[in-house]
């Protein structure tokens, strides 16, 4: 009898260490919040990776993620599956409405499911970026493999998370073959995708008894909000504009100056955003900078506009195209088209209004009193003492004679000197009298003299 009794006291010790979830068995002070509440892409893949690295930083016990994504690119739900699957810290997922696509697999990473009335788990096949058709069976089968893998790492069925992908799957009264898997709450609850139905974060800690732990939600700060600021599409095509104007300034005018300077942090402002996000790859970013070096060759260098000049401007636009984009070398497929679509016309208007811009500035440069400095906007009259000439105007309709042939250029004798002359085409022989018609530049001209 007193060792059934001591049976029965450990395994209720057992149930009530279990609770709702794995964190029960300790002490919960701290719990860290933050939101996945849009297309999961490189924007959000580094907004978690930030939010998992100050929960750690904070000393946080329980993570708690609030979803609602209709997912995005796979290989940043990768990341961040792993990421979640790593955590030395206890992490919740909140499914406030949906958690489809990339979104299931990352909610199948965390240590408890749960979720708000009326949310929905599921339907993970992966789609291209073009049409939203079914992707080929290789990018199927990763997708099959990381949701197998990431459910049992997590103890939930690895067949039903298969079926969430693949449309071939069929589990006996679960899913029939020609439909993928999307759960309710209360199926996702029977089928152990869901630890519990709750309509908020608040009442999820109250039934656990966690409503006195501090608690601290994650927003993003001023430095990724200006960050985000500088990824729209309006700012991005407002630096373009900057990029190629100041490139354009610079090369029609000598030296180093403000033009080269205003392009060059255009181009720092607008690729460090797309870079510290995962959009623009080390690769993209020399395709730009290869193209500015093209150009620059094409217009010091080789004489004319061809080839170099050609590729330099195709290298230069399609840096600043691939920049904005998650390609993974040149794969496009799950890139939405919106995006690509996007990121062509932003740099397409940019560019246009550029050159257009170009034309409609340089006739005005000269009247902006700012630039009266650095360029020669006034026209030098002669009547104001300016000349191109070395000789004194006096001369002119002095006579003299050839020194040596004029053919038309030579010399003739004035007074005794010797100038550098030419005529008006004509030869004219040793001897002949000429008159002194124009002193403009390093030679006079001249013409014969007739009585």
């Not at 990431?150 to 020609?178: F, H, L, N, S």
């Not at 152990?192 to 409503?211: K, P, R």
């Not at 104001?384 to 000439?389: C, K, L, R, V, Y």
Request: aromatic share 10%.
């Amino acid at each position: 009898m007193k060792k059934n009794l001591l049976v029965f006291l450990i395994l209720l010790l057992s149930f009530s260490s279990v609770g709702f979830g794995q964190v029960n068995s300790k002490e919960i002070n701290k719990i860290f919040t933050f939101k996945i509440d849009k297309d999961i892409d490189p924007g959000m893949n580094r907004r978690v990776k930030i939010a998992l690295e100050k929960a750690k930083d904070e000393d946080a016990d329980l993570i708690i993620i609030e979803m609602d994504t209709y997912g995005g690119a796979v290989n940043d739900a990768d990341d961040i599956r792993t990421m979640l699957l790593e955590s030395q810290i206890p992490i919740y997922v909140f499914i406030n409405k949906d958690a489809a696509s990339a979104g299931a697999l990352i909610s199948i990473a965390t240590d408890s499911i749960y979720m708000a009335p009326g949310s929905s788990i599921g339907a993970a096949t992966v789609v291209n970026g073009t049409d939203g058709a079914a992707a080929p069976d290789k990018y199927q089968s990763y997708m099959r493999s990381m949701m197998r893998s990431t459910a049992e790492a997590q103890g939930r069925d690895p067949k039903i998370a298969e079926a969430m992908v693949d449309e071939k799957i069929q589990i006996d009264g679960i899913t029939e073959e020609g439909s993928v898997i999307t759960f309710s709450v209360s199926e996702a609850i029977k089928y152990g995708f869901c630890d519990g139905e709750y309509t908020s974060i608040a009442e999820i800690l109250e039934a656990q008894n966690l409503q006195n732990a501090e608690l601290i939600t994650y927003e993003p700060d001023q430095t990724e909000q200006i960050i985000s600021f500088f990824l729209s599409p309006a700012v991005s095509g407002f630096l373009i504009l900057i990029i190629i104007g100041g490139l354009y300034f610079e090369l029609q005018t000598p030296g180093i100056g403000f033009p080269l300077a205003a392009s060059i942090i255009a181009v720092i402002l607008y690729f460090i955003p797309f870079y510290l996000n995962g959009l623009a790859e080390n690769w993209e970013i020399i395709v730009f900078f290869v193209g500015v070096i093209l150009l620059a060759v094409e217009l010091f260098v080789i004489p004319g506009f061809g080839v170099f000049g050609v590729l330099g401007i195709v290298c230069i636009l399609a840096g600043l195209v691939l920049g904005m984009l998650p390609n993974q070398n040149f794969d496009f497929q799950f890139v939405p088209a919106e995006d690509l679509f996007g990121a062509l016309l932003t740099v397409i208007i940019a560019s246009i209004a550029s050159v257009g811009l170009v034309f409609w500035l340089t006739p005005k440069v000269n009247e902006w009193g700012a630039f009266s400095g650095v360029t020669l906007a006034n026209t030098q009259q002669r009547s104001e003492g300016f000349t191109s000439t070395i000789y004194a105007n006096e001369l002119i309709g002095k006579r003299g004679k050839v020194h040596s042939r004029l053919r038309p250029s030579g010399r003739v004798e004035i007074e005794g000197e010797i100038y550098d002359a030419y005529s008006r085409g004509e030869f004219l022989d040793q001897g002949e009298e000429v008159v002194v018609i124009s002193t403009e530049g390093t030679s006079i001209k001249v013409k014969k003299w007739e009585a």
